[in-house]
Antibody, heavy 123, light 107 residues
């Protein structure tokens, strides 16, 4: 059974970098699936952040965040990471990692989700 | 970017009633639309993908239809656990986008 678990600091100061990790269990991150990040500000809707594929190196980012986002994969730890630079209060949200439903498909629905981790941007 | 507009924002119904949720896209997304359910404090759960395909383990009372720009999620007979938030998401174009959500609440 594939499981995803996010981890990282729950509080980040404005202008600093938000760094989160998603540990994947029950499946090799080096496989043919893409892996993604989605966020949800308190009381608001869902926003796709970006998606990565380890084998091809293909990475897709939301244009609204592209200048500040980096997603990477660490195969040795079977995990992938999100770095969001120069954060402001508007980046306060629950951050989810997720896996698309179909193999070799980056632009897809997400059928496996982590439980989410709340990150607050505040001094 | 494709904008998804969900309506109504809130749907007040009683258990056993039928729910009909709408998602309209700003341009055609073919059949590449998904629906999710989100209960308070939980991650979204995939219900329907590619407009009409139920995801694994999703009860038959959930059904999806539509193509192009207009899509519908139907719940044939509401169970207590179905009162939740519902989101649509398109995968036809980058960036992936979600609708603003419909809350199904107990009347």
């Amino acid at each position: 059974q594939v499981q995803l678990q996010e981890s990282g600091p729950g509080l980040v100061k404005p202008s600093e970098t938000l760094s989160l990790t998603c540990v994947v269990s029950g499946y090799s991150i080096s496989s043919d699936y893409y892996w993604g990040w989605i966020r949800q500000p308190p009381g608001k809707g869902l926003e796709w952040i970006g998606t990565i594929h380890h084998q091809s190196g293909g990475t897709y980012y939301n244009p609204s965040l592209k200048s500040r986002v980096t997603i990477s994969v660490d195969t040795s730890k079977n995990q992938f990471s999100l770095n969001l630079r120069s954060v402001t209060a508007a980046d306060t949200a629950v951050y989810y990692c997720a896996r698309p439903k179909h193999i070799l498909t980056g632009n897809d629905a997400f059928d496996i989700w982590g439980q989410g981790t709340m990150v607050t941007v505040s001094s | 970017e494709i904008v998804l507009t969900q309506s109504p924002a809130t749907l007040s119904l009683s258990p056993g009633e039928r729910a009909t949720l709408s998602c309209r896209a700003s341009q055609s997304v073919s059949i590449y639309l998904a629906w999710y359910q989100q209960r308070p404090g939980q991650a979204p759960r995939l219900l329907i993908y590619d407009a009409s395909n139920r995801a694994t383990g999703i009860p038959a009372r959930f059904s999806g239809s539509g193509s192009g720009t207009d899509f519908t999620l139907s719940i044939s007979s509401l169970e207590p656990e179905d009162f939740a938030l519902y989101y649509c998401q398109q995968r036809n174009n980058w960036p992936l986008t979600f609708g603003g959500g419909t809350k199904v609440e107990i009347k």
